[in-house]
């Protein structure tokens, strides 16, 4: 998938609930995950989302998903499951993220899948998470990808990423620029601090200039509210929480707060 061929508009989040093996898991099986995971994603297609991520999100304390701490195999082989069931079912784009930052693990679900991109964390440049170290292996996981032809998963990279710190200080300009002129990266994503987090506008601006007319996303805190306002700097946007019954996280998709939210977005960004 090309940055020409990125979807526009609202991404809705499928989060897995903890699997089997998980810290958080209490009971039920890989069926009871897949079967809350697409009745979610049911709920997103309906309520007219452009796209759909999956993400691992309920297998907290999550990896590093670097070299040597990979996301467990029946993670990604779940997240491949899912993803192939959403392909073929929705006829959206659909996206895989491997948290915290398996890279690797979720361009090979994509491609396997025929998902259309991946999102990662650290792309370029070395964070302080609370996974610790997390050091970007965009070097590495660009060869994958192209191993992977015909097939080939856009990467949408977030740039100055939520719950971690850069190492060194870094601008939005400077992240941005890393990202996808070193980086090579399809997309960027912009966030707030924390899951649910509002993106700081002036922050949301200054990637969208840096950008100039390659593809910038909003990573987290979408609203209504706001919706109008960050659609003039984003071309889409990956809304999870607020989607969800009463804005709870780990609560059901709800359909009417994706209907209203999707109204609120639109398209995005207009293009010139």
Request: hydrophobic share 45%; proline share 6%; aromatic share 4%.
């Amino acid at each position: 998938m090309s940055p020409m061929d990125l979807p526009r508009g609202v991404l809705g989040v499928v989060h897995l609930p903890a699997l089997p093996g998980d810290p958080a898991h209490v009971n039920g099986s890989f069926r009871d995950v897949e079967r809350f995971a697409m009745a979610d994603a049911e709920a997103l297609a309906k309520g007219g989302v452009r796209g759909i991520v999956l993400e691992n999100f309920g297998s907290a304390p999550f990896p590093k998903g670097t070299a040597g701490a990979r996301v467990p195999a029946h993670h990604a082989a779940t997240l491949a499951i899912l993803a192939r069931a959403c392909v073929e079912r929705f006829g959206l784009a659909v996206g895989v993220n491997c948290l915290r930052n398996d890279v690797l693990s979720a361009l090979g679900v994509a491609a396997s899948a025929g998902a259309g991109f991946v999102r990662v964390n650290v792309h370029t440049g070395a964070y302080i998470t609370d996974q610790g170290l997390i050091e970007g292996e965009a070097d590495v996981s660009l060869r994958y990808r192209a191993s992977l032809a015909p097939a080939r998963p856009a990467i949408a990279a977030d740039v100055l990423v939520k719950h971690a710190s850069p190492l060194a200080p870094l601008t939005m300009t400077q992240a941005v620029h890393e990202a996808l002129d070193r980086g090579l990266a399809d997309a960027v994503i912009v966030t707030g601090q924390a899951t649910g987090s509002e993106v700081n506008e002036d922050e949301l601006a200054e990637a969208r200039e840096a950008a100039d007319d390659r593809p910038v996303w909003l990573g987290s805190g979408l609203t209504p509210e706001h919706a109008e306002v960050f659609a003039r700097y984003a071309d889409a946007a990956i809304v999870g929480t607020w989607l969800k019954r009463g804005g709870q996280v780990h609560a059901p998709v709800d359909e009417a707060r994706v209907a209203e939210i999707v109204a609120a977005f639109g398209e995005g960004r207009p293009r010139e």
